[in-house]
């Protein structure tokens, strides 16, 4: 008997979908239906997806093709590998999805059983082709192995729920953004205006004093008003939530700075309005006409129920600014200004400026004079040979704890330790950092813990703060050994293990947090040789999650307990969700060594080449592409 799997229930509370409103909306419903946010996520069409019949990736010496087939637009791609002319076969996916509107650019998503996984291809609008998904223009990318969870979904789809309460496996109820991530959910108003409309034929004789309960965002304050956008638009480099709370526990008419807290870190030159693909807000509210405004926001300028048609945008958009601004205001001659953009406000105080995406720009928000602003193009950052010594600054974009009480402090000194543990900046790679984070975060944790809490003032849950804390600890103890005695890295790997050994006691949903406790428990237990401790906590890892690494340390683990079917089957697995993995080829080569020479030697030499591969040697042995 098959066992029942629970699917979950939507995570947006009362929904009913977009199409429960267009019978009382009709016009309001069309309209939207035309923007942006209504194409946020949807079904492949594979009669208008480009075609792409070759696409070489250097630096992964990887060739990729996007071809239709029928019905269908597939994402191919093969391996080309150092010291041969073999050309290994990778992958061979239909697209199901395509996220994104295309305003900016589209990224495909595929499925592997309940795994909804990102393509390596994204298409970019500006450029009008294909090119590397943001964060794989590298010689060890992901492949289609970056699985995609509900929280990357939040901001594209507009109803899911989670099978078995996992974030990695979502059922989609709503694909694109819809009208309730705005008003919430919409079940008791549709049930309620579908027992007044059987008592009337005119919808003015509706009962106006009912409790229609829908949220109207132009009656709510301007903090409520924003947190409809920041859901989505604000993002910061380091996002963290309280005690319970995750993406999608935010509803519309809260203050988002209830459950969530956004902040930005890194060195003490960087800008809090830097110009990141989603760093509208931290650029708007920097923005003098921001803060000399009591009324400004979002949807001064951006109304969501209306798609801005092309050839009125610049006069829609002068508009907006003349509502505030009087012609004359304006510091240059007329006839300058038309000469110069046609008069385009926008143009001259809120131009494009390059992202950390690439063939993406976006327009400034800080509505700056010309001349005044910094330049905030934001080009790769070069990594300097000095290593820095202090920790690096943060700003809090989300959080409306008091600047000097104990929530502000553990907020703070956890988002640093999240932004060191991500390895964001490598210059801040080093153990006198890592250190002085540690103990940052160590003493704001102490402290929270023998506080009074204050409901009304939000902070990271300690849940998440320990979790950091711990894998900042697991992550300094990479450093050179040099670096630290014996008897510190016993005491740190300790202090980690028994903290995330306090998380795996906590949690009992299969979390980030808990996921990650797990493997740090599991890589302890695996380099204490608690080989049969390490297997069953692999065993639970790889239940909730589609990671290469997870199943080659669970082969791993397998292998030490002389129960090698279940290993080949963990390192068979593990390239199957990574065909460029290399470790799990030379472990196989291991396994197959005395019964099977030949097969052996082919893994190895598979591995080996791989291996040149991303270390950024593919063209070892042969002529450069």
Known sequence: MTPKVDRGTAMLPDAVGSQACVACHPSRAESFFETTHADSLRLVDAKVEPELQSFFHEPSSQRMKVVRDREQIRHQSWQNLPQTDYVMPLSDHPVELVMGSGTFAKSYLIRDGDALLQAPLSHYTEQGEYDMSPGYDSPSHLGFSRQVTDDCLFCHAGSLSRVEGNRNVSVLHELAIGCERCHGGGQHHVDLANQLTAHS??????????????????????DSMESLCAQCH????????????????????????ATRLVYNVGPPEKESGSATFVGHFGQMHASECYLGSESLTCVTCHDPHQRVDDANRESIHREHCLSCHGNLDCGEELNLRMTTNENSCHQCHMPRSKTEV????????????????????????KVTETPVTQLPDVIALLDRSPVDSWQRELNEATAIAQWLWMGSNPRYDNTTVFDLAAQRLRSAIQTAETSKSDSNVAHVSLVEAKTRLASLLDRGLLFPAKDRSEADVKRL??????????????????????????????????????????????????????????????????????????????FVESIRIQPTYPLPYASLARLYQTIDPRTASNYMQLSQRLRLVQQGNANVGRGSQ
């Open 358 to 381: 690439p063939h993406v720009s976006i327009t400034d928000h800080r509505i700056a004079v010309p001349g005044e602003a910094t330049d905030i193009e934001a080009p790769a950052e």
């Open 234 to 257: 604000l993002q910061g480099d380091v996002q963290m939530f309280v005690r319970g709370a995750d993406s999608w526990s935010f509803h519309p008419g809260q203050d988002l700075a």
């Open 493 to 570: 790997r300790k202090e980690s293990q028994t903290l995330m050994q306090w998380v795996l006691s906590e949690e009992k949903q299969p979390t980030p947090e808990l996921q990650v406790a797990l493997e740090s428990l599991a890589n302890g237990a695996a380099a204490d040789e608690r080989h049969l401790e390490a297997y069953h906590l692999y065993q639970r890892l790889v239940k909730l999650r589609r990671n290469p690494s997870d199943h080659y340390n669970l082969g791993l683990a397998c292998g030490k307990l002389r129960r090698f079917g279940e290993a080949e089957q963990a």
């Open 201 to 222: 034929t005119d919808v003015t004789d509706l009962d106006a004093t009912h409790d229609w309960a829908i949220v109207h965002p132009d009656e709510l304050g301007r």
